[in-house]
DNA sequence: CAGTATCCCTTTTGATACTG
DNA sequence: CAGTATCAAAAGGGATACTG
């Protein structure tokens, strides 16, 4: 731990731990870029929702609880400029403007699945979690 | 589309669409709560950083570049608190504190390793995109 | 060493009003 | 309908000083 090589995990996928993957935590790094915009509280609900279907703007505004107009906007435009999403303009009157996953968006989506389902299956745990810290807290603040 | 049934998208495991899994997307349901925790800027790093090792809190310091030391206490309480990290303080002059995953953390380790590969194997194709977008607009801009 | 407490600045976000 | 523009509120986060 002291040797300066433990400073990045590693993502190998061999036998050994520190060949393949070797995870650069810099704060300026492109993982770390990339992963600040997928990470994200409103990318990831777009994009699960947007999951085998083209939904209008104001479908996804409708879908997505507590989005403000201007956060849909602004989270639409950034995943369209990431390649994830797909943004189709209709000239007509009224304007149809209709969203969906790039190939790209559907490969990220895989990935984002499995920490949904990982969330949901999970909550539990974690609930019961944070009723036990909160619990020993209370105690100790008494004491 | 307009059935009202497309409001969740369907993690289905089974054959058919809307069985298995329906995500609720109410802004207070546990699901989004608890995404928004793991949908973390500083969480994500620690977790992976924790893979397979115990880290004391200064070692976390200085591998987790940028964070400041109140970010990091912040982060790892919330991750104490979610049962994902385990904190060990060892009654020592001066003090000695260790973290590391818990088995529930170990298993979204699992999952956050999946995101970061992800990232990292297609961090290309989201750059082109981004240049793309930014010429694109800036050609727009002209006209 | 491993924090906590405080102050303060910056970024993010929400509400509102307006437009092609 | 699908935005954009603007402003105000809130959250996030950094720097510093202090403590068991």
Redesign the pocket.
């Known amino acids: 731990m002291e040797d300066g090589t433990s400073k990045a995990p590693s993502y190998c996928t061999g036998t050994d731990a520190d060949q393949a993957r070797q995870w650069d935590v810099r704060a300026d790094c492109d993982v770390r870029n990339i992963l600040d915009r997928v990470a994200?509280?409103?990318s990831l609900l777009v994009i699960a929702l947007l999951d085998r279907q083209t939904m209008?703007?104001?479908?996804l505004?409708r879908t997505v609880d507590?989005?403000?107009?201007?956060?849909?906007?602004?989270t639409?435009?950034r995943l369209e400029r990431d390649g994830l999403v797909r943004?189709t303009?209709y000239p007509v009157?009224?304007?149809?403007?209709?969203?969906e996953l790039t190939p790209l968006g559907i490969s990220l989506h895989e990935v984002i699945k499995s920490l949904v389902i990982w969330t949901e299956d999970h909550q539990q745990e974690i609930s019961d979690a944070r009723s036990e810290f909160d619990r020993r807290e209370l105690e100790a603040a008494v004491s």
Chains 1, 2 share one sequence.
Do not use: A, N
């Open positions: 994200d509280k409103w209008r703007f104001s479908e505004r507590g989005v403000s107009q201007r956060m849909l906007t602004v639409l435009r943004r303009v009157v009224p304007p149809r403007v209709e969203y």
